[in-house]
């Protein structure tokens, strides 16, 4: 697995909050600790680590919970937001190249971060897609490049185009892409040569490369053992071709892998691929949410994470909370809770949302199916305002009437209203005996 270290210690850190009995203010401060070393043995600047836990410790501490979100689920998504923030965010997928079109490649980077062994990759890859593919040495420079990328296109069955005593890189890639075209191969991939970032002759080689060929895509090929150092070697080469995504070599054992990431991702500059060993189909699309979820160990993070985001999209309205919370509870919140959240299943997720009563709550307050739920809310819909506010007065006539208006019948209402008794006596108990503790209740701080 790609930064087994990091993963490791980040899956751990998560693990803890998951057994934790109760994640309080202790809790959190050791998952930020844990997060903390984790990041910075994996060279990840020490500012952005500080940052991220500012900001991990006071949103799990302080944001309100949203109904059927428990602060330990809360816990890991913020984990999850924030790492996801710190390798580029949630990105959209980029659009796959067209097919039947032709679509021109170059690769840039400096020597030794792995080009050829990527231009390889992406040729194993895209030939898995479906696509042809056309690789043009324009690397007249190191000795042996013409041979090796030779090699390699007959590895991975890609068309070969290179002129080995032809000392005019531009000319070669111009040659070369022409060649393709005549032949109408979908991706035409250009090969550079590679020296230092700050080489004159290697910035002006890639703008006249640049200009000869019109690439659809510069892709900077960075190597991912050099760490917090891949942010200037990418801002040098974008100020240069600007450079329209990023593959990043070298991922499989590097404990600066982590840096390298936040670095690049820290320039705005989009990473595409990911190289995770020696091998040609040892590549990745790299997705920051997917990489998160398999760096925290959880198979099912995702599940979990679009739980949380659903819940907290739901708009909740914060006067029916606060009334839930003092106690207040008549079928008018009840509805507008059931309303919110009847997609997100049945009624026990009104109740777990009110922390310490979920695990309490007896069975059958909590036994609702989702065709018992829609039934009642019809029930509801057809009672007027004053019902809703005060259904004590709901007597033998009111009942009848509201059964006829709702297409039920009188039992299905008055099965409500025991539903409706059960839950606020019951919620009455609880919030009467957690009025101690002033964090335990939604909308109030919880520390």
């Known amino acids: 697995m790609v930064l087994d270290g990091l993963s490791g210690s980040l899956s751990n850190a998560i693990k803890k909050v998951l057994k934790a ?3 309080d203010e202790k809790v959190v401060k050791e998952l930020v600790r844990d997060i903390q070393r984790a ?3 994996s060279d990840v600047n020490v500012k952005l680590v500080l940052d991220l836990s500012k900001s991990l410790e006071k949103k799990v501490l302080e944001e309100d919970l949203p109904p059927g979100i428990t602060r330990r689920e809360l816990a890991v998504k913020v984990v999850y937001d924030e790492l996801t923030a710190l390798l580029g965010g949630e990105k959209v997928q980029l659009q796959k190249y ?3 079109k032709t679509t021109i490649l170059l690769l840039i980077g400096i020597q030794g971060s792995g080009k050829t062994t990527s231009a390889s990759k992406l040729t194993w890859y895209l030939k898995k897609q479906g696509y042809t593919v056309g690789l043009v040495c324009a690397d007249n420079f190191r000795a042996g490049a013409y041979d090796q990328l030779m090699q390699l296109a007959q590895k991975t069955g890609a068309e070969f185009y290179g002129e080995r005593d032809n000392p005019d890189a531009a000319k070669i890639a111009g040659n070369g892409v022409r060649r393709f075209k005549e032949s109408r191969t979908e991706v035409i991939m250009v090969d550079t040569a590679g020296r230092h970032k700050n080489e004159g002759d290697l910035i002006n080689e890639m703008k006249q490369i640049a200009e000869a060929v019109a690439p659809d895509e510069i892709i900077l090929v960075l190597d991912g053992t050099i760490g917090q150092q891949a942010m200037q070697q990418a801002e040098a080469f ?3 071709t600007k450079v329209g995504t990023i593959f990043l070599t070298k991922l499989d054992g590097s404990a600066r892998g982590g840096g390298a990431l936040s670095a690049v991702a820290a320039t705005k500059a989009p990473i595409r691929f990911i190289g995770t060993g020696e091998g040609p189909e040892e590549i990745e699309v790299f997705s920051p949410p997917r990489f998160v979820g398999r760096l925290l160990g959880m198979g099912d993070i995702e599940a979990l994470v679009e739980k949380v985001k659903e819940l907290q999209a739901i708009p909740s309205s914060k006067d029916t909370m606060s009334a839930i919370a003092s ?3 008549t079928l008018k919140e009840l509805y507008a809770q059931m309303q919110a959240i009847r997609k ?3 009624f026990s997720k009104i109740i777990q949302s009110l922390p310490g009563l979920g695990m309490n709550m007896p069975k059958e307050a909590m036994d609702v199916s989702e065709e018992r739920m829609k039934r009642w809310m019809v029930i509801m819909q057809s009672m007027t305002s004053a019902e809703m506010e005060e259904p004590h007065i709901l007597d ?19 099965e409500l209203l025991e539903q409706y008794r059960m839950s606020k006596k019951f919620i ?3 919030v009467t005996k957690q009025k101690r503790f002033p964090g335990a209740m939604p909308g109030m701080k919880q520390r």
Request: proline share 10%; no cysteine.
């Open 428 to 430: 009455k108990q609880m």
């Open 344 to 346: 997100m299943g049945p």
């Open 238 to 240: 974008n100020s240069a």
């Open 21 to 23: 009995p109760v994640v």
């Open 98 to 100: 067209p097919k039947g």
């Open 396 to 414: 033998g006539s009111r009942i009848r009437r509201v059964a006829k208006g709702s297409g039920t019948t009188p039992k299905d209402v008055r």
């Open 327 to 329: 106690g207040r509870f």
């Open 39 to 41: 990041l910075i043995q």
